[in-house]
């Protein structure tokens, strides 16, 4: 069974920064790849940034402010979040997953941080 856990959401002012951490334990032999989304309420969840697969990528909100990478002898994947706006805020989740060359997929999810940017 795959766990993930994430760590290191909270409240920081617009313009700071927060570092995501999110620790993989059990088989994810299964997967190539390792995602953050972010969600609102009463909106659809948003694929933040994914790693593996051979490629990496951000949604166009949070290029250049964003930062994905991972440890594999960690098991653990990061988010660097810098210059952070309000419309940041929202419950980060991680996610382990394929990279198939066309898209992300994610097959096993995380419990979510929370992360609030005051203005």
């Known amino acids: 069974q795959v766990q993930l856990v994430e760590s290191g959401g909270g409240l920081v002012q617009a313009g700071g920064s927060l570092t995501l951490s999110c620790a993989a334990s059990?088989?994810?032999?299964?997967?190539?790849?390792m995602a953050w989304y972010r969600q609102v309420p009463g909106k659809q969840r948003e694929l933040v940034a994914f790693?593996?697969?051979?490629?990496?990528t951000y949604a166009d909100s949070v290029k250049g402010r964003f930062t994905i990478s991972g440890d594999r002898a960690k098991n653990t994947v990061y988010l660097q979040m810098n210059s952070l706006k309000p419309e940041d805020t929202a419950v980060y989740y991680c996610?382990?997953?394929?990279?198939?060359?066309?898209?992300?997929?994610?097959?096993?999810w995380g419990q979510g941080t929370q992360v609030t940017v005051s203005s």
């Open positions: 996610s382990a997953g394929v990279y198939n060359g066309a898209y992300y997929r994610g097959y096993y």
């Open positions: 790693t593996g697969g051979g490629s990496t």
């Open positions: 059990g088989s994810i032999v299964s997967t190539n790849a």
